[in-house]
């Protein structure tokens, strides 16, 4: 079974920096793209950042210059480094990772941006 473990987000004030990671927690098998899309009240779940395993990325327009998406293959764990946070980016972040036929999801946690 695998199960992607995500840490704890949080709450934090406009402006702030957080960073989430997520690990993937079985080894031996080949994990293609990680990512990262979160969840609004009210909203449909959207992509935030996405990085393949060759390391190209992908931002959603509205966290471009503020979000870095980043993995360590070696432990199957990618990483998004957010910085700037604004109110509207409070939303449940849930951790994404596919291998071929497959597609996996975390839990999802919580980040609040107070103004």
């Known amino acids: 079974q695998v199960q992607l473990v995500e840490s704890v987000g949080g709450l934090v004030q406009a402006g702030g920096s957080l960073r989430l990671s997520c690990a993937v927690s079985r080894r031996g098998f080949s994990i293609r793209a990680m990512g990262w899309y979160r969840q609004a009240p009210g909203k449909q779940r959207d992509l935030v950042a996405i990085?393949?395993?060759?390391?190209?990325?992908t931002y959603t327009d509205s966290v471009k210059g503020r979000f870095t998406i980043s993995r360590d293959n070696a432990k199957n764990t990618v990483y998004l480094q957010m910085n700037s946070l604004k109110p509207e980016d409070t939303a449940v972040y849930y951790c994404?990772?596919?291998?071929?036929?497959?597609?996996?999801w975390g839990q999802g946690t919580q980040v609040t941006v107070s103004s």
């Open positions: 994404y990772a596919d291998s071929v036929g497959n597609s996996y």
């Open positions: 990085i393949t395993s060759a390391g190209t990325t």
